[in-house]
């Protein structure tokens, strides 16, 4: 392939990283979601968090509903539970067997809808350790939460807290470092010994990709560029987009599309998360013309996360055409309305 092409056709990707909420909202965003992707990874940072299989079943049965009455059957959710100080071990046992393909950790206060996660993993020792035991992969907001840790630096802490050490203790245990933002994390998965098993990942999100801190600070504050983890320096930038095209299957699409109402964002104490599901495949496209590595897209998109979880590859065909979308300034989100991450501006590739 060219690298420099206006039209590119990939086997269809996959999210393994994604919010779609609940209730009302949930239709609206799934719609997006299922425009572009075969299978998405549904976080479980409700409220309450889905902590449990039947929780999760339940859930699960809620999404149907919706993909049913949006004539959607192209589409499949993979579930997560939520682990908490109290998991079981046999709550894991269980989730193997129901099919749930990760759980999350979410250090406790790290981000939206984290106040039920772990206050600190030596409570979860057993259950970590029939993770490992079945295969079950753990899926890490790494981020340490000590209010005395700048919030730019709480990424790199992680690693060497808690990250490092959990590997050394449970080196077969696999783990998905989620929405990478550093360099540190970057080097540390991509130089990361592991006997030839594939015991380590990360996803990285478009955001990421494409925008460094000054973002979140253009002309004034942008409330619609803040997540968690916040945006990086621009050397970090370009670090993980140098991880996202390099061709090493342990890094993968993973979005963080984590919509939260236009009002919950443009508030005094405005919610993290940015929604990026409304054109993701167009923004991930951008960020690898941007480097001339388009051609590494379908990997990234498409291969090296199912084989990861594995779970077989998908089969049909999409394709991407250098054709200028606008994205609109504002969408419906239940009764309510969504900033989409690049809100009235005009991005290069659309899908067909
Ligand atoms: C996510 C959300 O809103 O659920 N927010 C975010 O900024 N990424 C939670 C998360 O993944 O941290
Ligand atoms: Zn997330």
Redesign the pocket.
């Known amino acids: 392939m060219s690298n420099s092409p206006t039209k590119i056709q990939l086997i269809q990707p996959d999210d393994w990283h994604l ?1 779609i909420r609940d209730g009302e909202v949930m239709k609206d965003v799934l719609a997006d979601t299922a425009r572009q992707f075969a299978r998405a990874i549904i ?1 479980p ?1 409700l409220k309450p968090p889905v902590t449990t299989v039947d929780l999760a079943k339940a859930y699960q049965e809620r999404i149907q509903a919706n993909l049913n009455a949006l004539g959607v059957t192209s589409f499949t959710p993979l579930m997560t539970l939520y682990l908490t100080d109290n998991t079981s071990v046999d709550e894991v046992h269980k989730a193997k067997a129901a099919g749930i393909v990760g759980f999350k950790l979410y250090p406790a206060g ?4 984290s106040d039920a996660g772990v206050s600190d993993l030596k409570h979860c020792h057993a259950a970590l350790e029939a993770m490992q035991a079945v295969g079950m992969p753990l899926l890490v ?1 790494g981020e340490v939460t000590h209010a005395d840790i700048d919030i730019f630096d709480r990424e790199a802490v992680f690693i060497d807290a808690v990250l490092e050490p959990l590997r050394k203790k449970l080196p077969e245990l696999k783990i998905v470092f ?2 990478i933002t550093t360099k540190q994390a970057a080097h540390y998965v991509r130089d990361a010994v592991t006997g030839g098993k594939n015991t380590i990942a990360a996803t990285i999100t478009p955001q990421h990709l494409l925008m460094n801190r000054n973002a979140i600070f253009a002309g004034g504050i942008r409330p619609h560029n803040y ?2 983890p916040v945006l990086k320096r621009e050397e970090h930038r370009v670090a993980l987009l140098e991880a996202a095209t390099s061709g090493n299957s342990r890094f993968f699409l993973g979005t ?1 599309s ?1 919509p ?1 109402a236009k009002g919950a964002k443009e508030a005094a104490c405005g ?4 929604y990026s599901a409304f054109n993701a495949l167009g923004l991930y496209a951008e960020a690898f013309e941007s480097v001339g590595k388009l051609d590494k897209l379908e990997g990234f998109a498409s291969f090296f996360g199912s084989d990861f979880y594995t779970l077989p590859r998908n089969s049909k065909t999409v394709t991407l055409v250098k054709q200028p979308q606008s994205i609109p300034a504002q969408l419906p989100l239940g009764d309510t309305t969504i900033v989409p991450l690049r809100a009235g501006e005009t991005i290069a590739w659309s899908l067909v």
């Open positions: 919010h976080m940072n790290a981000t939206t809808n907001h989620e929405h997540c968690l963080d984590a939260h919610c993290a998360g940015c």
